[in-house]
């Protein structure tokens, strides 16, 4: 049964890196959203870098769908997930960049979407420790 104690070994690989990127960037998100709304303007205002940042995002979730395809048991659908999730949102970000700037901006000027923009980014944040926790502190399971 090699093949399966290589893809829980690549799912604990994946979930090392993701899991603290993810916890990060949620958590600070989660904190200071209200503070970035100009960052975001910054942003949206140069077409290269939400086609960049896009392009970047398109990548890193299609390295993620290419290399981790297992799809047994919670980390690794949790892993998968966020893959198609990037690419997706990366593609959206280089095919509808105005739609994308519209939902952002339609959240940052509401009060109740920001809070619930907060939630979602706290709940990745509790994600992120969650899947970091998995990658760093618990053996995957043998098979033998």
Do not use: C, E
Not at 57 to 64: C, I, N, Q, S
Not at 87 to 103: H, Y
Request: proline share 4%; aromatic share 12%; hydrophobic share 55%.
């Amino acid at each position: 049964m090699q093949r399966t104690d290589d893809a829980a070994l690549r799912t604990r690989a994946f979930a090392r890196v993701i899991g603290p990127y993810v916890a990060t960037f949620g958590i600070v998100y989660a904190i200071r959203l209200p503070d970035l709304n100009g960052l975001v303007g910054d942003l949206f205002a140069q077409t290269f870098n939400v086609l960049m940042l896009g392009a970047l995002m398109l990548a890193a979730g299609l390295v993620v769908i290419g290399l981790h395809r297992n799809w047994r048991g919670p980390l690794a659908v949790t892993i998968s997930l966020f893959g198609w999730f990037v690419a997706i949102r990366g593609f959206l970000l280089i095919a509808t960049p105005s739609t994308i700037q519209a939902g952002v901006d339609a959240t940052m000027l509401s009060p109740t979407a920001t809070i619930v923009a907060r939630g979602f980014f706290a709940a990745l944040g509790a994600l992120g420790l969650l899947l970091a926790y998995a990658g760093w502190f618990t053996a995957p399971k043998r098979t033998t």
